[in-house]
């Protein structure tokens, strides 16, 4: 066991009120010390720290139980700030949030051409348009998270391989000098598990994949509530599970890789090989769907097929509590998901219905860049509810 000294112990005690009064919102010191375990005094220097940093404010009196009347401590959620950058195939979006994760402003701009100079230079271009949005806000700033696809090193600030982007190689590190601000590297899929087991529905959930369906697929992975990433941090690259013995061509130079038969970008290729209608979006193809246009009827049922094959081997190997599928489908779990439970419990010698929860994502495309934001809130404060 390592001693802690006492600058950690203050750090840590901090962290815990932080943590507390987000959750709590309003309390006393007493209150606090109470629930915290840590003595009054202490509290009482912790508090008067964060109030001179902005993030509390005395809120009046609370009833008096003997004595005088306790002073209320109200947390401030619009206090600090974080950015969040999600990479988009043909595009940037970035957001603003505050301490609650919302969503305070909201940028997106495409790019011309995906390559280093253009996407940093449009990255810049969004956090600056978000940072002056609003007066007072730079100095309140956390810090950049961004939301990549494919592998990124966190610690050299790299997106090292992005197959389905064409992308290697792309540094992040002049962001931290350009703008004097932390950065934060996360795979989209980790990133959007992050958002998921923060603030979503599988918020205080211990066992989970998060299987993002975007142009690839990719996996987050918690087990008992922290994230696996494996020993060079590359874990969650579930797309490339080989689903069928040489069969489609992948762009990661592999065949059968799961991601060439059921990401949102295969789906959508499917209906168009087989249809003189092609869409361009996963929306469209729903919508014919929903019309019981008897093509698309067809391949969303081929397509569900392809993601139980993916999901089974997932459960088989994991045994998580929750699967959360989250992406471009997600907000179609009236078409998906009780086909998608039932063919993956169907004839399962190993697990029935109910062993294994199939949810979807309320956060829908938002999860990945919820996440990016969060990293740098995570990174100051730990806070765990969010």
């Known amino acids: 066991m390592v001693a802690l000294d006492h600058s950690d112990i203050k750090t840590n005690n901090k962290k815990r009120v932080i943590n507390l009064l987000s959750k709590e919102r309003e309390l006393t010191k007493l209150d606090i010390s109470r629930k915290l375990d840590i003595s009054v005094p202490t509290v009482t ?3 008067g720290e964060l109030k001179e940093d902005g993030i509390v404010e005395e809120a009046g009196m609370a009833t008096s139980t003997g004595g005088r009347k306790p002073v209320i401590i109200r947390f401030l959620p619009d206090s600090r700030y974080s950015v969040g950058i999600y990479l988009g195939r043909d595009y940037v979006r970035a957001v603003l949030t505050n301490l609650d994760s919302k969503i305070i402003e909201d940028r997106k701009k495409d790019l011309i051409v995906i390559t280093e100079r253009e996407v940093l230079k449009v990255i810049k271009t969004l956090v600056e348009d978000l940072i002056n949005s609003q007066d007072d806000i730079e100095s309140k700033v956390l810090g950049i998270g961004l939301s990549l696809p494919g592998t990124v090193n966190e610690k050299e600030l790299t997106l090292e391989v992005a197959t389905n982007f064409r992308l290697k190689n792309i540094s992040f590190k002049e962001l931290h000098s350009y703008f004097n601000l932390p950065i934060f590297l996360e795979n989209e899929a980790n990133a959007g598990a992050l958002a998921e087991s923060k603030l979503g529905i599988a918020r205080d959930l211990d066992n989970l994949i998060y299987v993002s369906v975007t142009e690839g ?42 991601e060439t038969y059921a990401s949102s970008r295969a789906l959508i290729k499917d209906y168009n090989e087989k249809s003189n209608e092609p869409v361009r979006n996963v929306d469209e193809l729903i919508h014919k769907f929903k019309t019981e246009e008897s093509t698309a009827v067809k391949v969303v049922s081929e397509y569900i097929d392809n993601l139980t094959e993916g999901i089974l081997s997932l459960i088989f190997i994991f045994n998580p509590d929750y699967i959360i599928i989250g992406g471009d489908i997600s907000k179609y ?16 010698e190993f697990y029935k219905e109910g062993d294994v929860k199939i949810l979807f994502s309320g956060l829908g495309n938002d999860s990945n860049i919820l996440g990016a934001a969060l990293v740098p809130v995570l990174n100051s404060f730990g806070f765990s509810n969010l």
């Open 333 to 348: 779990s009236d078409v998906f998901s009780s086909e998608l439970s039932s063919r993956i419990f169907c004839n399962n």
């Open 217 to 258: 697929i990719g996996g987050g992975i918690f087990i008992n509530n922290d994230m696996y990433k494996g020993r060079d941090r590359r874990a969650g690259e579930i797309g490339h599970m080989c689903i069928a013995k040489n069969g489609r061509q992948c762009n990661c130079g592999r065949k059968g890789c799961w």
């Open 45 to 47: 220097t912790i508090v």
